[in-house]
Structure formats: structure tokens, C-alpha cells
């Protein structure tokens, strides 16, 4: 009898976790907005305080890094670097908290947080099967429309899949706009610590 209590016990507990939002302390990942044209690479240490985040834009077939934000633990500064010019240009930003370029952290919370359960699960073809859906709605009452958004994580592994914005016009009973970011290149694992590497001479940076 007691050792039925234990298996229920952990049974509910990996079936809670299962249902939460990953949230690793750890995590790299690419996200494909703006429908392909632009990609953004995180590297983000949570234990460590390290992230860096690179904007890279797609053109003709041509991947180019066109901006970098790195957290400096030490002394608690996010370092902007901008490429698109001749030289590259490096701002420096004080009150920039760590979770400015922490981007799944704020994806967890705009979705009701890493305890919310999720709200369906949806046979997708980009999940290669199930995925569970966080949804949120809100009205944007000067549009005149309603915005669904809506996070899908793979129910197999819990590997975050893709989020999309529905834009819909109430009045007229029709979709308006639909976006959608893909993830792809989940990763717990080490992260190198080439990552963090500053690509300049910090020394030459201005205050923003």
C-alpha cells in the first residue's frame, strides 16, 4: 500500500511538471521571426547571470549578424553592439536588468507563468504530432480587433515549438493578421563559453 501511495505520488508530480511551461535556469535557442526574415540566438545562463542575445537579418539567401545585446554580471550593464555600420558600435546601458535579453523568461510570464497549465492539446504538423497550447486573448479596444496569441510546446520531449498572433476583427467576423515565430535549436545542455566572448573592445563603449 505504501509503495502505491509513492508511484501515485510521482506519477502526479512528473504529470504537474509535464503540464507547466519549461523554464530551464539554463537554455539556447533560435527564434525565426518576422516570418523567416529575421533570426535571434540566445545563449542565457540564469545561475551564472550570462546571456547574450544576436539579431541576425536574412537577405537573399545571406544570413548577417546585424546586432548584439551581452549582460555583463560584474557590474550589472547590458552591452548593445551594432554591426550594420563600417565599424561596429557599442552602447552600454545601466539599468538594464538581466531579464532585458532574457527572452523565454519573458514568454513563460506572458503566459501566465511556468506554473499555468496548459489550456488544450492540438495534433500539429510542426509538432510532428501533439503539442500542448498555452492561449491568451485581450481586446485592443482602439483597433477595434482581438488578439489570441498562443504557445505550442511538444508534448513528447516539452521542446518549445513555435507562438503565433491571430489578429481578428470581431465586426467583420474575419482574420485580419496572423504572425508566427519558430523555434528552433532547443538546447540544456553546456553552453560555451565563447557565447559570452565580448566581439570588441568594450573599453570603447558610450554610455546610452
Known amino acids: 500500500m505504501k509503495n502505491l501511495l509513492i508511484l501515485l505520488f510521482l506519477c ?23 516570418d523567416g ?23 537573399n539567401n545571406q544570413r548577417k549578424l546585424v546586432q548584439q545585446k551581452m549582460y555583463h554580471p ?5 552591452y548593445k553592439i551594432d554591426f550594420e555600420g563600417f565599424t561596429p558600435k ?7 536588468p538581466f531579464d532585458s535579453i532574457d527572452y523565454w523568461s519573458q514568454i513563460v ?3 501566465g507563468g511556468e506554473n499555468k497549465k496548459y489550456a ?20 485592443s479596444q482602439l483597433l477595434g480587433i482581438n ?19 491571430i489578429l481578428y476583427d470581431a465586426k467583420a467576423k474575419e482574420t485580419k493578421f496572423e504572425f508566427s515565430d519558430v523555434f528552433v535549436n532547443w538546447n540544456l545542455g553546456e553552453i560555451s563559453e565563447s ?13 546610452e
Do not use: H
Not at 40 to 56: H, M
Not at 74 to 78: A, V
Open 109 to 111: 510570464k506572458s503566459y
Open 147 to 165: 488578439v489570441y496569441k498562443r504557445l505550442f510546446v511538444r508534448k513528447a520531449n516539452m521542446r518549445p515549438i513555435k507562438k503565433d498572433r
Open 74 to 78: 560584474g557590474n550589472n550593464r547590458t
Open 12 to 34: 502526479s508530480s512528473i504529470c504537474f511538471i509535464a503540464s507547466q511551461i519549461p523554464n530551464p535556469q539554463r537554455y539556447q535557442i533560435t527564434i525565426k521571426e518576422n
Open 90 to 96: 557599442c552602447t552600454i546601458s545601466e539599468d538594464s
Open 195 to 207: 557565447e559570452y566572448e565580448f566581439p570588441m573592445d568594450v573599453k570603447t563603449c558610450s554610455d
Open 37 to 59: 526574415f529575421d533570426e535571434r540566438e540566445l545563449s542565457i545562463d540564469r545561475i551564472l547571470k550570462k546571456g547574450s542575445s544576436k539579431l541576425y537579418k536574412l537577405k
Open 120 to 139: 488544450e492539446i492540438v495534433v500539429d504538423d510542426d509538432c510532428n504530432g501533439e503539442c500542448l497550447i498555452w492561449s491568451e486573448e485581450y481586446i
